[in-house]
Each structure stands twice: as C-alpha cells, then as structure tokens.
C-alpha cells in the first residue's frame, strides 16, 4: 500500500513536470493524476525562481499553499512571516564586542518573569562558523555561496520561530541576535542587492517590514575600549578599529527603520543591559502587548 502511494505521488510529480514541458501525454495520465490529486503535493512552477509546493487541485480538497520547495536560490517574502498581534519581533544588533550575548539572556529572563513567551534566536552567523564555514575566505564563488545560505537559513528560521510564537497563545517575544541586514555590513553593496533579489527582496523590505523594532548596542570599542576583547568570542576577528568600522556598518545597514535605537556605552555595563530593557518596555506599551 505504501510502495503504491508512493508510485502515485512520484508518477504524479512526473506527469506535471512533462506537461510543463509541453511534451505530450503520458499514457494513462489522466488516471494516474485523479488518484496522485487526492493525495499529493505538487511542484507548480512559479513566474520567479524555483518551484513552490502546492496541494493539487481536486474538487474534493480547497486548494492551498504551503511551504516552498525551491529548486535553485529560494525566495522569501514578507508575507512568510507570519504575523501576530500578539508577537513583537526584535532585533539585538551590534558592533563586535557590545554585550549582546549578556543582554539576551537578561531580556529572556527579565521578560520570561513578567509573564511573556521568549525566544531568542542564536546568531546564524555564528552557528555556521562553529560549523566550519569560512566567511574570511578568498574563495569569491564559496563566499557568495556561503552567503547565500546563510541569508536563505536566517529567513528560513526567523519564520519558524514566527510560526511557534502563534502557536503559545500568549503575548511573545522575539529577539533575534541579528538580523538579515546585518549581513549587508559583510559584502559591497552590488552583491548585498543581488542577494535581496534573488530571494525577493529588497532594503526596505528586509529592514522595515520584517522587524517591528531594532536596538543596536554600540561595540565597546567605541567609548569603552578598556572592555574590548576578543578572548571570550573565537568568532571574533577584528582589532578596534575594525571594529569601529563594523559598528558603523551596520548602523547605516538599519538606518530607516522608524524604531531603530543606538544604545551607546554611557555609564557602566549594567546601565547598558537597562537601557535594552526600558527600550523593550517601551515598545511593548507602545503596541499594548501586556501578559
């Protein structure tokens, strides 16, 4: 019975791809397609890049969409982000060396104590350097392929953790340890735009829409240089004028976002982790998202 089903469905995936093609009818197509319409999932190929799976259409079942199966660079909209009323997703940006990592695990805890659903989505920047990917390549081809997936996984994963925040039935909290435009700070401009594009983007798509708020902690390289360290990160790389320069990189990368905040390094650390804290609140009380 499985062996059959799974006839059906691979025979059915054929059947589409011929006719797409133009060539002619299989034999007994139209059989085997009632059945494969049922039961299947299809490949329909869309006016962009790649194919998206579709349940095929049937008088007995609705059409519907769900996930995309790209078959070269997936492409992303805003609308796979599912949005919620009850979520508020926020950006934890950065210079090297800001305390992001602290401030994470003080909003998680601070937020999970006044009743509120937290995630914290890891950087994907460092995950797939523990992984082994090599993002100081001279390698120009495996760069932009690196890149490339690392901007694919981030979008892929900023929409699951969406999709799990819907489901708490609770008002949520999502901090994601960077966004995708921080990625923008990595490569020149020209390549950064052909990214967006393939995977159906563009600026202010990806800065403006996806995020409803973003703090960027000045790195400590900048008003704080004694606490600047490489020591406690082996993902960090830059001396301090490097990391100046990122810093700045990716405060032009955010700039236009209508609730972007700069926390600089005024006073001591704990005044810092505060002012993320009382910059969450506010936005929280600005949309009325209270436990």
């Not at 190929?45 to 519907?64: S, V």
């Not at 996806?210 to 001396?239: I, M, P, Q, W």
């Amino acid at each position: 019975m499985i062996l059959t089903l799974k006839f059906w469905r691979v025979f059915g995936v054929i059947a589409y791809i011929w006719r797409d093609l133009g060539l002619p009818p299989l034999i007994f197509e139209n059989r085997y397609l009632s059945h494969f319409q049922r039961n299947a999932v299809i490949l329909v190929k869309t006016d962009k890049i790649g194919y998206k799976q579709e349940l095929a259409p049937h008088p007995d079942r609705e059409k519907r969409q769900v996930n995309h199966l790209p078959l070269s660079a997936p492409r992303f909209r805003v609308t796979d982000m599912p949005i919620n009323k009850k979520t508020v997703r926020i950006v934890l940006t950065g210079g090297p060396c800001a305390g992001k990592t602290t401030a994470l695990s003080r909003v998680y805890q601070f937020f999970t104590d006044k009743g509120y659903a937290v995630y914290a989505q890891p950087e994907a920047a460092t995950l797939f350097n523990q992984a082994g990917v090599d993002f100081l390549t001279n390698n120009k081809p495996l760069f932009l392929e690196s890149e490339r997936q690392l901007l694919s996984f981030q979008l892929h994963t900023e929409a699951c953790f969406c999709k799990m925040a819907e489901a708490t039935g609770k008002p949520t909290i999502i901090v994601y340890d960077r966004g995708i435009m921080d990625n923008a700070a990595y490569m020149n401009s020209e390549m950064w735009e052909s990214l967006l594009a393939e995977m159906g983007l563009d600026d202010a798509s990806a800065r403006d829409e996806r995020y409803d708020a973003v703090l960027h902690l000045c790195t400590t390289a900048k008003g704080a240089e004694d606490f600047y360290t490489c020591a406690n990160n082996n993902s960090r790389t830059e001396d301090i004028e490097k990391a100046i320069l990122l810093d700045d990189k990716m405060i032009k990368a955010w700039t236009g976002h209508p609730r972007l905040r700069i926390i600089p390094n005024k006073g001591t650390f704990e005044d810092k982790l505060n002012a993320v804290i009382a910059e969450i609140s506010a936005i929280l009380d600005d949309v009325h998202l209270w436990p």
